[in-house]
């Protein structure tokens, strides 16, 4: 293909072995989406990289971002790029520079050699080691390993297993979409076992009920849940009816809102400060606390039109003094020092800023 760009030799130099061909013409355009080729020494193979990055990434240059980095991305970046707007529109997910890894027309797919251990799986966790990753981190603004996930169905799923057990530190997060775990996988565990009593990263597994991998899949998460490993974060979910073809969204979405959950956990006087009835010119909020991380907002704003609209959301907390629901934009805001009750309560409703003191 035809190259566009090429990269300065000094940045080049920087990448490593890796070396970079990039904006080559590439066979899917999306919405911030930046296209590269990446060729590795390390697997002797040219890979398409796709870099999804934020709304707003090039207004903010301060701001970093977590990660998530999706292999077989040919086949899987169409069904990650418009849940990846969805999912940050509505405070579902942290906004995050989401890297899919894709193989060319040009050099064939070698997902079957890559993904087995016993064959290529050391080699492409080296490419993702010494060339993918730092190639990203030079180029992009990044959070380096905090929040650094890797999302893999199928083989995909046994190759995270694998970089789970064999390279710990490499990732944060790992979401694993009907993994095709084997035994090669509890011979892997079974040694990181017996050398560690701690695996300190977040895991999500999600299998379909008629999917014939789904009891090996079980088994490995019982058998993580038996170590009792300190530091291991894990869910996992099971879908009725759902199958191998099937569970590769729920898995992405739901692995998505369980690593890159943006709401804090605050201690319950956190949620109680705030905690009151709060007036305004069209009526009432009340703000009340039933446990759990999140606040109970109920009131009665007015449309433009004059229409009353009896709003009940759950507000989840971004900082002790603003609050957002899930699901739907917005931010919600408390006035007062952190630590005091609040003294005021304010959002955006249709356009129009509303603006509630504190009445109790």
């Keep these: ?49 796709y870099i999804t990055l934020p709304e707003g990434y090039a207004e903010q240059p301060d701001r970093h971002y977590p990660t998530v980095y999706i292999i077989d991305g040919n086949q899987y ?13 509505g405070n579902m997910v942290k906004e995050h520079i989401s890297v899919s890894v894709a193989y060319t027309a040009e050099g064939g797919n070698n997902r079957g050699s890559d993904f087995s251990p016993d064959r290529r799986a050391p080699d492409f966790v080296r490419f993702f080691r010494e060339e993918l990753i730092p190639f990203v981190e030079a180029n992009y603004r990044t959070t380096a390993r905090a929040d650094r996930t890797l999302y893999g169905h199928s083989a995909g799923g046994r190759f995270t297993f694998f970089t789970l057990f064999s390279a710990t530190d490499l990732f944060e997060n790992y979401i694993l979409s009907a993994p095709s775990v084997r035994q090669v996988i509890f011979d892997l565990e079974e040694e990181y076992a017996a050398n560690h009593e701690d695996l300190p990263v977040t895991v999500y597994i999600a299998s379909g ?33 759902g199958n191998h073809g099937t569970i590769q969204p729920t898995a992405y979405i739901e692995g998505l809102r369980y690593v890159l959950d943006p709401a804090l956990d605050l201690v319950p006087a956190a949620y109680q400060r705030l905690v009151g009835s709060y007036r305004y010119d069209g009526g009432i909020f009340r703000i009340s606390y039933e446990g759990g991380n999140y ?49 005021s309560f304010s959002f955006s409703f249709e356009g129009q800023d509303i603006v509630a003191t504190r009445t109790d």
């Design 295 to 343: 606040l109970r907002f109920g009131g009665v704003p007015i449309r433009a039109n004059g229409t009353p609209v009896t709003e009940y959301q759950k507000l989840y907390a971004r900082s002790e003094n603003e609050f957002f629901p899930k699901g739907r934009p917005g931010i919600f805001r408390f006035g007062g020092d952190p630590g005091q009750a609040a003294e």
């Design 209 to 241: 009920e008629d999917d014939n991998l789904t009891i090996y899949t079980r088994m490995m998460e019982a058998r993580l849940h038996d170590r009792k490993y300190s530091g291991l974060r894990m869910d996992s979910l099971y879908t009725p009816n």
């Design 77 to 89: 970046y169409g069904f990650t790029g418009e849940p990846y707007g969805s999912l940050i529109w």
């Design 1 to 49: 293909m035809k190259t566009v760009r090429t990269l300065a030799a000094g940045l080049a130099m920087s990448l490593m072995a890796a070396t970079l061909a990039a904006q080559e013409t590439h066979p899917i355009r999306m919405p911030n989406m930046q296209g590269h080729y990446l060729q590795s020494e390390i697997m002797d193979y040219k890979y398409g990289i």
